[in-house]
Each structure stands twice: as structure tokens, then as C-alpha cells.
């Protein structure tokens, strides 16, 4: 017999219904324990390939394997019950070919259970999307600074800066609406573009350094929290979490070293929180 879970899980057209409504609220994770605690306040959680780099000490997201994010994503699965759960498709896997696209994102979506998946790219990818889209793959467009793309772009810089590039990355956020995308990230890109194609899209825009005008917005929850040692300019930090899990860690070494080290109780057990 099998148990339901009482929670409703939010899917990828409940997301898309969201347009201009109430603002959606995305971070990333990539455990299970960071995964329940976003669930209690998040609509989306990313499992971002940006794990390379903020879990494996990676320069880029480029050598992130469909593994690693089928791994990580089966824990944010396991971890979290309400958030629609999506899973970035890593460098390679997706772009030879649609068919190449859609083979990879059948394995992430049987092999982790997660609502969808985010792939980055714009016109380019506009068919990949309309032939996921069309066979059960719900796609999350990417547009704007597209990290797996940093051996060709040179560096991690704000697109759009100069306005004669802003007709190129509309067009881009365009193609992947049409394609049938149900909702978009852009990021890093100047204010009033990521405020002008909000406007010019009938899906959900979700900002990372792009407008606070964007019907969503998604941070890094490790750059957000204090824990990355290299954080983008437009990070707003909501904790300082490194200095308290390296006095933690400090005391538990001196601890160890002067033999205070408490030893167990009479009955071994867990403790409860
Ligand atoms: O990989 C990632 O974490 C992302 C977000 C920055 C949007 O793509």
C-alpha cells in the first residue's frame, strides 16, 4: 500500500499561471537538509549546476556531469515536499541535438522524480525546447549571462550593458516563450532590460541580478546565506553563516585536542534537535 503525502507538490503550470501575480520565490539547493528548509518558503528549487562550483570548488560549471545533477537532485527530492523541484541540465548534455536534449532530461526526470528542467540558451535552443516541451519535458529557459557558455563569452560579466545588445537578448527570451518554455531565468543582465522583457513575455521571468520588476527573482542560497567564498556585486546577503560554522568547527578542535571532548552518556541515542 502505498502512503500519499498530504502536501500538494507545485508544478511547472502552477508556476506558469503566476505571471504577473503574486512575486515567485526561488533559491537553490542541492542537499536534502538545505532542501527542507527552502521548501518552507520556497515556490521553486533549483538544483543548480552552479553546485561545481559552490560544492565541488570547480572554476565553472563547464565539467558538471548529468550525474552529479541526478545525484543531488534525487536528495533535493527526497528532502523537500511542496516547491516544484528543477534540475539544470549540465554543459553537453543538451545540445548536439533535441533528441540528445530530451534523452538526458527523460533520465534526470525518472531518475530524480523533479517537475522540470532548466536549460540555458536562447533562439538557438528554441526547438530543443518546443520538442521537450511537446513530449512532458517542462523547460525553464535561461537567458542573459549563460555561465556553461564562459569558454566563448571570456567572462562572468553583466550582458545587455550596452543597449545595441538588448535586441539580441530579447530575442532570445522570445524564442524560448514561444518554444514553450514556462518560465524564464535572466540573469545578470541592466535593469531596464530585464524590466522590458518581463513586459514583452507571457511566462514567468525570474531574476538573478536582473529587476526587481521580474515575477520571481532566485539567489544562490549559498552566496545569499554567507557560505561562498567569491559572491556576484548584486548578492544581498541574508546571514553570515561562515564565520559561525568555522567558531564551531575552532571549538570543536580545541575541544578534541584538550580531551574535553564530552564522551557518551550511559545509552547511546540521538539527540532531538
Ligand atoms: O546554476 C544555478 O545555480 C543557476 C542559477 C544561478 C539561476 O542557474
Known amino acids: 500500500m ?23 520565490v526561488a533559491l537553490t539547493s542541492y542537499h536534502a537538509h538545505t532542501a527542507s528548509l ?15 562550483m559552490v560544492m565541488h570548488g570547480l572554476e565553472t560549471t563547464v565539467p558538471v556531469t548529468l550525474d552529479m545533477m541526478i ?57 530543443t525546447v518546443a520538442f521537450l516541451a511537446e513530449r512532458g519535458v517542462p523547460v525553464m529557459g535561461h537567458v542573459g549571462l549563460t555561465p556553461q557558455a564562459i569558454n566563448t563569452i571570456g567572462s562572468f560579466r553583466a550582458q ?20 514553450g518554455a514556462f518560465s524564464l531565468v535572466i540573469e545578470a543582465v541592466a ?13 514567468p521571468t525570474i531574476g538573478i541580478g536582473a529587476s ?11 552566496d545569499m546565506l554567507g557560505l561562498s567564498p567569491r559572491v556576484p556585486k548584486f548578492v544581498k546577503r541574508y546571514g553570515d553563516l561562515g564565520p559561525g560554522i568555522e567558531a564551531a568547527i575552532s571549538g570543536y578542535a580545541k575541544d578534541v585536542r584538550s580531551r574535553a571532548f564530552p564522551g557518551p552518556d550511559h545509552v547511546y541515542g540521538m539527540r532531538k534537535k
Open 2 to 24: 502505498s502512503v500519499q503525502s498530504e502536501v500538494r507538490r507545485l508544478t511547472a503550470p502552477d508556476i506558469r499561471a503566476r505571471k504577473g501575480g503574486e512575486p515567485i
Open 38 to 52: 527552502v521548501d518552507k518558503y520556497c515556490d521553486v528549487i533549483l538544483v543548480g549546476d552552479s553546485l561545481g
Open 71 to 127: 545525484l543531488q537532485g534525487h536528495a533535493v527530492m527526497r528532502g523537500s515536499q511542496r516547491a516544484l523541484v528543477v534540475v539544470d541540465m549540465p554543459f553537453g548534455s543538451y545540445e548536439a541535438s533535441k533528441e540528445q536534449a530530451f534523452m538526458s532530461a527523460a533520465r534526470v526526470m525518472k531518475e530524480t522524480g523533479c517537475g522540470a528542467v532548466k536549460l540555458e540558451g536562447g533562439r538557438r535552443l528554441a526547438e
Open 160 to 179: 545587455g550593458r550596452d543597449e545595441k545588445d538588448w535586441g539580441r537578448i530579447e530575442d532570445d527570451a522570445k524564442s524560448v516563450s514561444d518554444a
Open 191 to 203: 535593469e531596464p532590460l530585464g524590466r522590458r522583457i518581463t513586459g514583452q513575455v507571457p511566462i
Open 212 to 222: 526587481a520588476a521580474c515575477d520571481g527573482q532566485i539567489l544562490v542560497l549559498e
